[in-house]
């Protein structure tokens, strides 16, 4: 079957939306073919601007955001290409901060669905492309159509084979590497970093924050084989990490953070980077958390990078943007009824960064937990990490595809699990949920879908979001 829903049904944004949903049934597709014909039949739109790419398993929207930052601090036309988004599927493709209005959203996908159609029945296109697929080419497509100069784009999965990978980067940027989607990019840090080298280019750049040594050296090998360059930013960068108390604070840092994080962070992270051309020193990035020093050298030393090649970045323009980008879903405060830090910690590997800044940001705070985790997660390890520190524990029942069942979870969770109280709705738990007595505030996470539908459920009242969350 072609698709769930004919392109015929098209006929706004709620039916757009629909109808992508409705080829989700085809998921994950490895290959580029689908892609390159797409894009071929549009005339190629992703040749007409330059394009940074970015892989890696963890700190890719991290990255994406600041570095797109300081290419419009620097006065540029800048792309922003992100997922998954977390309320409206326009997050995702964005031009210097503003979504993809809904009339263009509808057009092009309206085009590239006549397109795909029209190949498909052809026996051109072997596969009717994803959803990812869809999505991609709206953004080449829109990008070429508004003349960006640039655009920063996210690797969805791996890299080798994901649909933004048919590009010749400008410079391609691959953050930490941890286990992750094993079963599409292999089950060790070796495998996995192969999967994300396939976005280096023979003659090219790469710059990458990978601390993990056998992850770099299969990206080193990688580099070699493919004749790029490869510029490792922990080796090429020096970090100076410090912690300084609120009250410590310059008055001109605290103007420039979050009320509710200045709110309950007792400590900040200070972040000193030196590099052979400059010096950021002081800076208490918009982003909190230590693991940030990571990603940070990724986008001093990409921006110094395309400086060389001879972009006007000035100092100024990267350092506003490491202390006033923010990123939502990513360790950030919300005023709701109680106080909701959201962190899209999904992994392992995000659990322990997350449970770190408790410990070094928050002096151990107690707090209640609002959760839920995908299968293909080593959930048991994730909910070792977190339960222990939560208060109270609340779940919302779903019939989500591809995440456990809460019941499941509950009877995991071992000595936590008397600490859980599962809802049926977001309706029943607002109207039931009062912060626990010795907790300072609410914590989503598990899942960016969840915070994304949490989100949605919150501002409802001003936006209908959108309820199914895909895991392109």
């Not at 739109?45 to 570095?67: E, H, W, Y």
Request: charged fraction near 25%; proline fraction near 3%.
């Amino acid at each position: 079957m072609k698709t769930q829903l004919p392109s015929s049904s098209i006929v706004d944004f709620d039916s757009t939306v629909k109808f992508l949903y409705s080829i989700s049934t085809f998921g994950i597709k490895l290959g580029l073919d689908t892609i390159r014909t797409i894009t071929s039949a549009l005339g190629n739109p992703q040749n007409d601007f330059k394009i940074v790419v970015v892989a890696g398993t963890n700190g890719k929207g991290s990255v994406c955001s600041m570095l797109s930052q300081v290419l419009q601090n620097s006065g540029y036309k800048t792309g922003l290409y992100t997922s998954p988004h977390l309320v409206h599927v326009r997050e995702r493709v964005r031009i210097d901060d503003k979504m993809i209005s809904e009339k263009d959203f509808i057009s092009i996908v309206k085009e590239i669905a006549g397109h795909a159609d029209r190949l498909f029945e052809s026996g051109k296109l072997e596969q009717y492309p994803t959803y990812f697929e869809f999505i991609t080419a709206v953004a080449f497509q829109w990008y070429k159509e508004n003349k960006v100069d640039i655009a920063v784009m996210e690797i969805g999965l791996g890299g080798r084979f994901d649909a933004v990978n048919i590009v010749e980067p400008e410079i391609s940027i691959i953050t930490d590497i941890d286990l992750d989607h094993r079963k599409w990019l292999g089950d060790t840090l070796s495998k996995i970093a192969y999967e994300k080298a396939g976005v280096m280019r023979k003659n090219r750049i790469t710059v990458t924050s990978v601390s993990k040594n056998n992850a770099f050296m299969e990206l080193k090998k990688n580099a070699a084989e493919k004749r790029a360059i490869i510029h490792n930013a922990l080796q090429e960068v020096t970090r100076t990490i410090d912690t300084v108390g609120v009250d410590k604070l310059e008055r001109s840092k605290k103007n420039r953070l979050n009320n509710v994080r200045l709110r309950f962070e007792k400590k900040f992270t200070r972040m000193s980077f030196k590099t052979a051309e400059n010096e950021y020193n002081g800076l208490i990035p918009a982003l909190p958390g230590e693991h940030q020093a990571r990603n940070i050298s990724a986008v001093i030393r990409a921006s110094e990078i395309l400086r060389e090649k001879g972009y006007k970045i000035s100092k100024i323009a990267i350092i506003d943007a490491i202390e006033l980008t923010n990123w939502q879903g990513r360790l950030e405060w919300f005023a709701w009824k109680v106080p909701v830090l959201f962190d899209g910690a999904h992994n392992p590997a995000g659990m322990r960064t997350l449970v770190k800044y408790f410990r070094d940001s928050l002096d151990g705070q107690k707090f209640d937990l609002l959760f839920i985790v995908k299968r293909k997660k080593n959930y048991i390890e994730i909910i070792k990490l977190l339960f222990p520190h939560a208060n109270r524990i609340y779940m919302i029942r779903h019939d989500k595809k591809g995440f456990i069942p809460v019941e499941k979870i509950q009877q995991r969770a071992g000595e936590a699990a008397s600490k859980i109280t599962i809802y049926d709705s977001f309706d029943e738990f607002n109207e039931r949920y009062k912060l626990s007595k010795d907790s300072a505030f609410l914590l989503c996470t598990g899942s960016l879908h969840l915070i994304g539908d949490f989100k949605g459920y919150i501002n409802s009242s001003d936006q209908k979001p959108d309820t199914q969350k895909l895991a392109q």
